[in-house]
């Protein structure tokens, strides 16, 4: 019985996915291909000194992403260390300068770590002016970036992918404002809150009193979830009956966090002029999404271990209203994207239960992956995976029309690099340096042994894949923390970025090459098997080592 309503559960979100993939990858290739500016965005463009007909370089393009995002995260820094003096501030005061840049960080790097209690830290203003307005414009970033790249392999002999402040602007407007309208009317309908009521104070049942904090809930709920931001209005996130009200919300949330992501093959498809192509990227992500919400549920419905066997079941740290199954979707899906929502705690899941949410971020999170990102990290893996298939056959290796030489396969490599090297040198030394190790052994870690290695593991790898979900038996909140997490959030943001513009910008400027019978067809069974097969092994033989140290140690003790 619970394998037939996992079934019915996945059926009932590839079901929507698959009524939306056409017209809304459709939509999104006209939003970034139309000629016509809207009278909104030529307002805009006018106030910023932008000729919305300029093209720009993948240098210049890269300016303007680091200078938005700059100025993005001194502003959100800004309103968090003046937060008492704003109007709805509810008497909080301002967080430290670590946790305000740590925040500052993590939202404007589509990250949304917190290392804190949201509803007793951050005020109002600070939540819609700041992290809201990122939740957006972050969002319209990766999909800018995403853009680009197929950008890249569309244009023949151009020096020029774009203009990013028009991609900024059309993500925003046309893509993200409307369907996170929509998504918060539906969200409060299902109950959802969404008000500006401050703390009330209620009689519990047992007769004490506790404070129970209001806010607008549901319109950053709904860009929360649709830009696979992550992050929470409360502590306890998407199990919190304010945030994700029932079984139905909880459903409507999982689509929202895949909607744009498994939508993006098709308008790669479109851009290039070749719908097989996104058919095919689409056939690993789904792949990749459906193996792990398959290998997920089937660890936590066998309950590993002695406590799981003697309850029942493996409920510890899961909502009743959802059990394990619509734990374990959404865990799939907001680690197999960038989200890093939860509706449940990972920190409580079965050894290799826990492991497999630090998997799908170990593997780029292209599962179907975040808003943009998911779609340009596994344009990489796709490059890496034809230049593997060229060594086979002993030919130049080509992907959508254009040659992949020593500069495109060096970029492409930086760009996979970035991550494990984030992930195992941020964990390494948090271990390695004396005063650090203490604070986390006496501070941070709640499980001392081998699963606070696997707290410490999780909280470094979702900060360099830009996640943002936690296990949270860790305490994050301290000095080292927050500074270095902060800073690997912009390291494994950014820095990936640079390499796929310039990767853009090489393509963009080459002629395409004619197909031969030599070429290797990359619409095919064959190229969705191996280029799912090089995804995988790129994770497993970089990231194996560690994981034997932490969650397989304890899955099999």
Known sequence: MAWLLALLSYATVALIIAVIYRPLGDYLA?????GKDWWIERGFYRLIGVDSKAEQTWRAYLRGVLAFSAVGLLLVYTLQRVQEWLPYSLGLKAPSPDL???TAASFVGNTNWQSYSPETTLGYTVQFAGLAV???????VGLAIAIALVRGFALR??????NFWVDL??????????????AAIVLIVGGVIQNFNGFSDVTTLAGGSQAIPGGPVASQEAIKLLGTNGGGFFNANSAHPFENSTALTNLFQVVLMLAIPFSLPRTLGKMIGDNRQGYAILGVMATLYTASFVILTALESA?????PQLAGAAMEGKEARFGILGSTLFAATSTGTSTGAVNSMHDSYTALGGMMPMLNMMLGEVSPGGVGSGLYAILILAVITVFIAG???GRTPEYLGKKLGPKEIKLAALTILVSPTLVLGGTALSFALPGVREQLEQVSILNPGIHGMSEVLYAFTSAANNNGSAFAGLTANTPWLNVVLGVIILLGRFLPIVFV???AGSLAAQDRVPITAGTLPTHGPLFVGLLTVVTVLVSALTFFPVLALAPLAEGLL
């Open 501 to 503: 513009l310039a990767l």
């Open 100 to 102: 305000a840049f740590n």
């Open 157 to 162: 002999r151009s020096g020029t992918i774009g």
């Open 30 to 34: 006209w939003v970034y291909t139309s």
């Open 391 to 393: 060594l086979l056959i």
């Open 169 to 182: 602007t059309r993500g925003t407007v046309r893509v993200l404002l409307p369907l996170a309208t929509l």
């Open 303 to 307: 309950g590993g271990g002695a406590a």
């Open 134 to 140: 990122q939740n957006f414009v972050s969002a319209a």
